[in-house]
């Protein structure tokens, strides 16, 4: 996995609780309680746990996600992915094996 130098990582030895509004991408394979606020990207790895809201431009979910997603680009659940809540976003990539309840809500931004 390639991290950029203007990344935050959330590590598997971390959990963290709190309200970010950030200006870099983010990766977790630990567990993120809160919310997120970015124009990046969110990266959730295969052990990553995120429990609450992410308003992102891209969202990378591989791991676990449960709250409310605004993506305004893009959304990738991939098939080790399991997601429970509300997703809003102009497009999304969802892979055979992944895991999805609740709200989907696909549209362009300019309905």
């Keep these: 996995m390639f991290i950029k130098k203007s990344t935050i990582h959330i590590t598997s030895e971390q959990s963290v609780d709190r309200t970010l509004n950030i200006e870099q991408d983010i990766h977790i394979t630990g567990e993120f309680r809160g919310s997120l606020f970015s124009d990046k990207d969110l990266f959730v790895e295969i052990s990553g746990v995120f429990i609450g809201e992410a308003h992102v431009a891209n969202a990378y979910i591989r ?3 449960q709250g409310n997603l605004e993506a305004s680009q893009q959304v ?3 098939e080790t992915s ?3 809540g509300i997703l809003d976003c ?3 990539n969802i892979s ?3 895991e999805c309840c609740g709200d989907i809500r696909i549209a362009s931004r300019d309905d």
């Design 76 to 78: 990738f659940l991939t």
């Design 82 to 84: 399991v997601f429970k």
């Design 96 to 98: 055979l094996g992944a």
């Design 63 to 65: 791991g676990s996600f």
């Design 90 to 92: 102009p497009k999304a």
